[in-house]
Protein backbone atom coordinates (compact mmCIF):
# COMPACT_ATOMS: atom_id res chain seq x y z
CA UNK A 1 0.00 0.00 0.00
CA UNK A 2 0.95 3.59 -0.74
CA UNK A 3 2.32 5.62 2.30
CA UNK A 4 0.12 8.53 1.97
CA UNK A 5 -2.50 5.87 1.68
CA UNK A 6 -1.47 3.92 4.79
CA UNK A 7 -1.13 7.38 6.39
CA UNK A 8 -4.53 8.56 5.74
CA UNK A 9 -5.89 4.87 6.69
CA UNK A 10 -4.14 5.20 10.10
CA UNK A 11 -5.33 8.53 10.74
CA UNK A 12 -9.12 7.30 10.16
CA UNK A 13 -8.19 4.68 13.06
CA UNK A 14 -6.83 7.34 15.32
CA UNK A 15 -10.49 9.49 14.54
CA UNK A 16 -12.89 6.46 14.22
CA UNK A 17 -10.70 4.89 17.85
CA UNK A 18 -9.63 7.78 19.79
CA UNK A 19 -8.57 5.49 22.64
CA UNK A 20 -6.25 3.73 20.10
CA UNK A 21 -4.18 6.63 20.43
CA UNK A 22 -3.82 6.96 23.60
CA UNK A 23 -0.29 5.50 25.52
CA UNK A 24 0.87 4.75 28.82
CA UNK A 25 4.65 5.02 29.76
CA UNK A 26 5.12 2.33 31.76
CA UNK A 27 8.24 3.61 34.16
CA UNK A 28 10.08 0.00 36.23
CA UNK A 29 12.31 0.98 39.15
CA UNK A 30 16.23 2.11 38.47
CA UNK A 31 16.77 1.39 42.50
CA UNK A 32 14.89 0.78 45.52
CA UNK A 33 15.99 1.31 49.53
CA UNK A 34 17.21 -2.22 50.61
CA UNK A 35 14.74 -4.88 52.25
CA UNK A 36 16.87 -4.46 55.36
CA UNK A 37 15.73 -0.88 55.29
CA UNK A 38 12.31 -1.00 54.15
CA UNK A 39 11.62 -4.10 56.75
CA UNK A 40 11.93 -1.10 59.70
CA UNK A 41 8.88 0.82 58.47
CA UNK A 42 5.18 0.59 59.12
CA UNK A 43 3.87 2.90 56.44
CA UNK A 44 6.19 4.76 54.77
CA UNK A 45 4.00 7.55 52.93
CA UNK A 46 6.98 9.93 52.52
CA UNK A 47 10.69 9.22 50.58
CA UNK A 48 12.83 12.12 49.69
CA UNK A 49 16.38 12.85 49.69
CA UNK A 50 18.08 16.30 50.47
CA UNK A 51 21.07 18.30 48.83
CA UNK A 52 24.34 15.95 50.90
CA UNK A 53 22.68 12.83 49.01
CA UNK A 54 20.50 11.88 52.82
CA UNK A 55 17.57 9.99 52.47
CA UNK A 56 14.04 10.66 55.02
CA UNK A 57 11.56 8.05 55.79
CA UNK A 58 8.30 9.31 57.25
CA UNK A 59 6.57 6.35 58.92
CA UNK A 60 3.15 7.41 59.29
CA UNK A 61 2.11 4.34 61.13
CA UNK A 62 5.16 4.05 63.16
CA UNK A 63 5.19 7.53 64.40
CA UNK A 64 8.67 8.25 62.83
CA UNK A 65 11.16 9.79 60.53
CA UNK A 66 14.26 8.06 59.45
CA UNK A 67 17.51 9.30 57.69
CA UNK A 68 19.35 7.55 55.79
CA UNK A 69 23.07 7.54 54.94
CA UNK A 70 23.74 8.23 50.66
CA UNK A 71 24.69 4.27 50.56
CA UNK A 72 21.62 3.46 51.95
CA UNK A 73 23.37 0.77 54.00
CA UNK A 74 21.75 2.39 57.48
CA UNK A 75 19.02 3.90 58.67
CA UNK A 76 18.65 6.27 62.16
CA UNK A 77 15.50 7.16 63.60
CA UNK A 78 15.35 10.66 64.18
CA UNK A 79 12.33 11.69 65.59
CA UNK A 80 9.82 9.09 67.51
CA UNK A 81 6.91 8.53 68.78
CA UNK A 82 5.56 11.00 71.62
CA UNK A 83 3.29 13.98 72.68
CA UNK A 84 5.88 16.43 73.86
CA UNK A 85 8.47 18.68 71.66
CA UNK A 86 11.04 17.06 69.47
CA UNK A 87 8.97 14.05 68.88
CA UNK A 88 5.18 13.42 66.96
CA UNK A 89 2.27 11.66 67.55
CA UNK A 90 -0.41 11.10 64.79
CA UNK A 91 1.41 12.84 62.26
CA UNK A 92 -0.15 13.70 58.96
CA UNK A 93 2.35 15.86 57.25
CA UNK A 94 6.16 16.20 56.12
CA UNK A 95 8.46 17.43 53.61
CA UNK A 96 11.92 18.47 53.45
CA UNK A 97 14.27 20.88 51.56
CA UNK A 98 17.23 20.50 49.65
CA UNK A 99 19.38 21.64 52.93
CA UNK A 100 18.37 19.20 55.04
CA UNK A 101 15.95 21.00 57.23
CA UNK A 102 12.32 19.26 57.41
CA UNK A 103 8.89 20.21 58.72
CA UNK A 104 6.31 17.76 60.51
CA UNK A 105 2.62 18.32 61.33
CA UNK A 106 1.31 16.13 64.35
CA UNK A 107 -2.11 15.81 66.16
CA UNK A 108 -1.44 15.54 69.67
CA UNK A 109 -4.30 16.01 72.07
CA UNK A 110 -6.23 16.69 69.11
CA UNK A 111 -4.65 19.78 68.17
CA UNK A 112 -2.66 20.75 65.03
CA UNK A 113 1.16 20.98 65.64
CA UNK A 114 3.85 22.05 63.16
CA UNK A 115 7.40 21.43 64.28
CA UNK A 116 10.24 22.27 62.41
CA UNK A 117 13.48 20.61 62.33
CA UNK A 118 17.23 21.66 61.31
CA UNK A 119 19.80 19.88 59.28
CA UNK A 120 20.72 17.16 61.80
CA UNK A 121 17.15 16.44 62.95
CA UNK A 122 17.72 19.12 65.84
CA UNK A 123 14.52 20.67 66.23
CA UNK A 124 14.19 24.44 65.54
CA UNK A 125 11.36 25.17 66.79
CA UNK A 126 7.39 24.38 65.89
CA UNK A 127 3.66 25.99 66.74
CA UNK A 128 0.14 24.78 67.11
CA UNK A 129 -2.66 25.98 64.66
CA UNK A 130 -5.82 27.25 65.96
CA UNK A 131 -8.87 25.13 66.51
CA UNK A 132 -9.01 21.80 66.75
CA UNK A 133 -7.97 18.34 63.96
CA UNK A 134 -11.08 18.13 61.94
CA UNK A 135 -10.72 15.73 59.20
CA UNK A 136 -12.73 15.84 55.99
CA UNK A 137 -11.48 13.28 53.61
CA UNK A 138 -11.22 9.50 53.66
CA UNK A 139 -8.12 7.60 51.86
CA UNK A 140 -8.38 4.15 52.94
CA UNK A 141 -8.36 4.04 56.76
CA UNK A 142 -6.83 7.67 57.10
CA UNK A 143 -8.55 10.92 57.74
CA UNK A 144 -6.88 13.51 55.66
CA UNK A 145 -6.75 17.02 57.11
CA UNK A 146 -5.26 20.32 56.05
CA UNK A 147 -1.89 19.49 57.73
CA UNK A 148 -1.16 16.20 56.02
CA UNK A 149 -0.51 18.28 52.56
CA UNK A 150 1.74 20.72 53.86
CA UNK A 151 5.34 22.11 51.50
CA UNK A 152 8.13 23.51 53.38
CA UNK A 153 10.42 26.09 51.36
CA UNK A 154 12.46 26.25 54.66
CA UNK A 155 10.97 29.71 54.77
CA UNK A 156 7.17 29.37 54.99
CA UNK A 157 5.09 26.51 54.88
CA UNK A 158 1.94 26.09 53.41
CA UNK A 159 -1.27 23.96 53.65
CA UNK A 160 -4.51 23.59 52.45
CA UNK A 161 -6.59 25.38 54.91
CA UNK A 162 -10.23 26.13 52.85
CA UNK A 163 -11.85 26.76 56.43
CA UNK A 164 -10.03 30.31 56.28
CA UNK A 165 -11.99 31.23 53.13
CA UNK A 166 -8.87 30.44 50.62
CA UNK A 167 -7.15 27.59 49.50
CA UNK A 168 -3.84 27.71 50.63
CA UNK A 169 -2.19 29.37 53.85
CA UNK A 170 1.19 30.48 54.14
CA UNK A 171 2.92 30.59 57.80
CA UNK A 172 6.18 31.57 58.85
CA UNK A 173 8.33 29.00 60.50
CA UNK A 174 6.95 31.33 63.58
CA UNK A 175 3.28 30.38 62.99
CA UNK A 176 1.98 33.46 62.01
CA UNK A 177 0.06 33.71 58.74
CA UNK A 178 1.43 35.64 55.75
CA UNK A 179 -1.52 35.20 53.13
CA UNK A 180 -4.11 33.06 51.74
CA UNK A 181 -3.85 32.24 48.16
CA UNK A 182 -6.77 31.19 46.08
CA UNK A 183 -10.77 31.31 46.03
CA UNK A 184 -12.88 28.56 46.56
CA UNK A 185 -14.49 26.85 43.90
CA UNK A 186 -17.83 26.58 43.49
CA UNK A 187 -18.78 23.31 45.05
CA UNK A 188 -23.03 23.49 45.06
CA UNK A 189 -22.82 22.52 48.43
CA UNK A 190 -22.62 26.02 49.86
CA UNK A 191 -24.91 25.53 52.56
CA UNK A 192 -23.56 22.51 53.76
CA UNK A 193 -19.78 23.98 55.00
CA UNK A 194 -18.27 20.61 56.25
CA UNK A 195 -19.20 19.31 52.82
CA UNK A 196 -18.32 22.52 50.60
CA UNK A 197 -14.78 22.49 52.50
CA UNK A 198 -13.98 18.39 51.93
CA UNK A 199 -14.75 19.50 47.95
CA UNK A 200 -11.72 22.19 48.35
CA UNK A 201 -9.46 19.79 50.33
CA UNK A 202 -6.42 19.80 47.81
CA UNK A 203 -2.55 19.94 48.01
CA UNK A 204 -0.45 23.18 47.62
CA UNK A 205 2.78 22.89 45.79
CA UNK A 206 5.35 24.89 45.37
CA UNK A 207 6.56 24.95 41.65
CA UNK A 208 10.30 25.01 41.73
CA UNK A 209 10.04 27.49 37.92
CA UNK A 210 7.65 29.97 40.31
CA UNK A 211 4.24 30.28 41.66
CA UNK A 212 2.03 27.63 42.76
CA UNK A 213 -0.35 24.50 42.07
CA UNK A 214 -3.55 23.70 43.66
CA UNK A 215 -4.77 19.77 42.83
CA UNK A 216 -7.74 19.49 44.30
CA UNK A 217 -8.46 15.77 46.19
CA UNK A 218 -12.26 15.27 45.39
CA UNK A 219 -15.29 16.17 43.65
CA UNK A 220 -14.47 17.13 39.57
CA UNK A 221 -10.65 16.49 39.52
CA UNK A 222 -9.17 19.77 38.54
CA UNK A 223 -5.92 21.84 39.51
CA UNK A 224 -5.23 25.58 39.27
CA UNK A 225 -2.04 27.18 38.65
CA UNK A 226 -1.38 31.00 40.44
CA UNK A 227 2.05 32.74 39.86
CA UNK A 228 4.30 33.91 42.90
CA UNK A 229 2.00 36.99 43.83
CA UNK A 230 -1.16 34.31 44.25
CA UNK A 231 -2.61 35.67 40.88
CA UNK A 232 -5.00 33.16 39.29
CA UNK A 233 -2.95 32.26 35.81
CA UNK A 234 -5.25 28.79 34.68
CA UNK A 235 -7.30 26.29 35.73
CA UNK A 236 -7.29 23.09 34.28
CA UNK A 237 -10.09 20.13 34.82
CA UNK A 238 -8.24 16.48 34.98
CA UNK A 239 -9.89 14.22 32.20
CA UNK A 240 -9.11 10.49 30.67
CA UNK A 241 -10.28 7.97 30.06
CA UNK A 242 -8.27 5.93 32.75
CA UNK A 243 -10.04 7.76 35.13
CA UNK A 244 -13.49 7.91 33.56
CA UNK A 245 -15.24 5.03 35.84
CA UNK A 246 -13.54 6.00 38.73
CA UNK A 247 -15.52 10.08 38.25
CA UNK A 248 -18.82 8.41 36.98
CA UNK A 249 -18.89 6.24 40.35
CA UNK A 250 -18.93 9.27 42.36
CA UNK A 251 -22.03 9.28 45.11
CA UNK A 252 -24.29 12.18 45.15
CA UNK A 253 -24.56 11.66 48.84
CA UNK A 254 -22.00 11.04 51.31
CA UNK A 255 -21.84 8.74 54.36
CA UNK A 256 -21.02 10.62 57.46
CA UNK A 257 -19.17 9.78 60.86
CA UNK A 258 -19.63 11.01 64.47
CA UNK A 259 -16.22 13.63 65.38
CA UNK A 260 -16.58 14.57 68.80
CA UNK A 261 -20.00 16.75 69.17
CA UNK A 262 -21.08 16.29 65.94
CA UNK A 263 -21.71 13.96 62.33
CA UNK A 264 -19.00 14.96 59.56
CA UNK A 265 -19.20 13.94 55.66
CA UNK A 266 -16.31 12.24 55.16
CA UNK A 267 -15.70 11.85 51.43
CA UNK A 268 -13.48 9.63 49.76
CA UNK A 269 -10.61 11.65 47.03
CA UNK A 270 -9.74 10.80 43.70
CA UNK A 271 -6.43 12.21 43.53
CA UNK A 272 -3.70 10.03 46.46
CA UNK A 273 -1.33 12.41 45.54
CA UNK A 274 0.64 15.12 43.17
CA UNK A 275 4.12 16.84 42.88
CA UNK A 276 6.13 19.15 40.82
CA UNK A 277 9.18 18.55 38.36
CA UNK A 278 12.46 20.61 38.24
CA UNK A 279 10.32 21.74 34.52
CA UNK A 280 7.85 23.03 36.35
CA UNK A 281 5.49 19.93 35.26
CA UNK A 282 2.67 18.86 37.20
CA UNK A 283 2.52 15.03 38.45
CA UNK A 284 -0.60 13.71 39.40
CA UNK A 285 -1.48 10.38 40.88
CA UNK A 286 -5.33 8.65 41.62
CA UNK A 287 -6.18 6.28 43.86
CA UNK A 288 -6.49 3.95 40.51
CA UNK A 289 -2.72 3.21 39.13
CA UNK A 290 -2.07 5.99 36.76
CA UNK A 291 -0.49 9.23 37.02
CA UNK A 292 -1.27 12.22 34.81
CA UNK A 293 1.71 14.91 33.98
CA UNK A 294 0.72 18.38 32.80
CA UNK A 295 3.40 21.13 31.45
CA UNK A 296 3.89 24.17 32.10
CA UNK A 297 0.77 25.73 29.95
CA UNK A 298 -1.67 23.12 31.97
CA UNK A 299 -1.89 20.61 28.87
CA UNK A 300 -1.63 16.85 29.11
CA UNK A 301 1.92 15.66 28.28
CA UNK A 302 1.86 11.84 29.44
CA UNK A 303 0.31 9.34 31.28
CA UNK A 304 2.31 7.01 33.36
CA UNK A 305 2.36 3.79 35.11
CA UNK A 306 4.71 3.16 38.21
CA UNK A 307 5.46 -0.86 38.13
CA UNK A 308 7.37 -2.72 40.43
CA UNK A 309 6.54 -6.31 41.89
CA UNK A 310 3.10 -5.31 40.01
CA UNK A 311 1.29 -1.70 39.15
CA UNK A 312 2.06 0.58 41.83
CA UNK A 313 0.04 3.55 42.98
CA UNK A 314 1.63 6.02 44.80
CA UNK A 315 0.92 7.64 47.89
CA UNK A 316 3.71 10.11 47.14
CA UNK A 317 6.00 11.80 45.00
CA UNK A 318 9.33 13.23 45.23
CA UNK A 319 11.51 14.96 42.46
CA UNK A 320 15.48 14.29 43.06
CA UNK A 321 18.14 16.93 42.13
CA UNK A 322 19.14 14.07 39.51
CA UNK A 323 15.83 13.95 37.81
CA UNK A 324 14.48 11.02 39.44
CA UNK A 325 11.25 10.08 41.07
CA UNK A 326 11.44 9.17 44.49
CA UNK A 327 7.77 6.75 45.37
CA UNK A 328 6.36 5.50 48.07
CA UNK A 329 4.90 2.95 49.18
CA UNK A 330 7.79 0.70 48.34
CA UNK A 331 10.65 3.30 48.43
CA UNK A 332 11.86 2.83 44.82
CA UNK A 333 13.37 5.01 42.88
CA UNK A 334 12.19 5.87 39.32
CA UNK A 335 14.05 7.57 35.88
CA UNK A 336 10.84 9.18 33.94
CA UNK A 337 13.15 9.19 31.30
CA UNK A 338 13.13 5.41 30.78
CA UNK A 339 10.56 4.05 29.60
CA UNK A 340 9.50 -0.10 29.41
Known amino acids: MPRTKLAACCLLLLIAHPRAAVRVDVLRPVGALPPHLTGLFEEPVAFQQVANGYYFVFDR ?81 YAVTG ?49 NLAFNAGLPLVDPTGGFYYVFLTGTPTFRKYDANGTLLFE ?37 TAAVDAQ ?13 VYDKEGDKARTVQFSATGVLTPTSLFFTRAGHI ?8 YDPRRVS
Not at 71 to 100: H, L, W
Not at 149 to 166: C, K, V
Not at 174 to 181: A, D, S
Open 61 to 141: RGHAIYMIDPEQTTARKVVSVGQEEGRIIQPGGFDTTAEGSFVVADVPRGQERLQIFGPGALRRGGFFLAGRSMPQVIVGN
Open 147 to 195: ISSLQFNGESIFISEPERGSLITEYSVGGIPQRTIGRLRETGHEQERDL
Open 236 to 272: RHVEGREIDDLVASQPTVWPTRRLEDREVPFVQPIVR
Open 280 to 292: GQLWISFIVPFTY
Open 326 to 333: LVTPGCYD
